[in-house]
């Protein structure tokens, strides 16, 4: 038996077009908390070392596309005669991207001997990638996190002062 999975229109299949703007509405609602943002200094802190650690994410999602390319036409290739999963080089790549990255679903996993010293240096190597610019970013954010800091201390130190003069207490 063959099922048909279109709609008729009678159902509720075919009215999506008609809450289009219902959902655009719902998904707004999500700039909402970019508005709280602006009065959280510890979201104001991610924020900053977000946008002043660019180059060190785009270093890193480079890194990761050229070893997932690597790693995934190799595999494919090394696996061509053992291994019937992995028929094509995008599947090598989505195995080479839950290795690299440590996810490790294990949908796929190499047969061969190579294939899989190849998934074993592809995992040593995920890890020291994630890792290097994780230090930059790390060291970033103790910057940012310390400026924020000492600014809430001058300023919280301003006020004590201002309050004491105010009181007669400093002249």
């Known amino acids: 038996a063959v099922v048909s999975t279109q709609s008729t229109g009678t159902s509720?299949?075919?009215d999506s077009s008609k809450f289009v703007v219902l959902r655009i509405c719902r998904t707004s609602r999500v700039v909402r908390i970019f508005r709280f943002a602006r009065h959280n200094k510890e979201l104001l802190v991610v924020m900053r070392v977000v946008s002043s650690a660019s180059k060190e994410f785009a270093m890193l999602a480079m890194l990761i596309m050229v070893f997932v390319l690597l790693f995934g036409t190799l595999l494919y290739y090394c696996e061509m005669g053992y291994n019937s999963n992995?028929?094509?080089?995008?599947?090598?790549?989505?195995?080479a991207i839950v290795t690299v990255t440590t996810?490790?679903?294990?949908?796929?996993?190499?047969?061969?001997?190579?294939?899989?010293l190849i998934g074993s240096v592809a995992v040593v190597l995920g890890i020291v990638i994630l890792a290097?610019?994780?230090?930059?970013?790390?060291?970033k954010f103790n910057e940012s996190y310390g400026d924020v800091k000492r600014k809430t201390e001058q300023d919280q130190l301003k006020r004590v002062r201002a309050h004491a003069i105010a009181n007669g207490a400093i002249y």
Not at 103 to 116: E, F, H, M, Q
């Open 12 to 14: 509720g299949g075919g």
């Open 86 to 95: 992995f028929n094509s080089i995008p599947l090598g790549c989505w195995w």
């Open 103 to 116: 996810v490790g679903y294990g949908d796929l996993a190499p047969k061969s001997t190579i294939g899989r």
């Open 132 to 139: 290097l610019p994780m230090t930059v970013i790390v060291s």
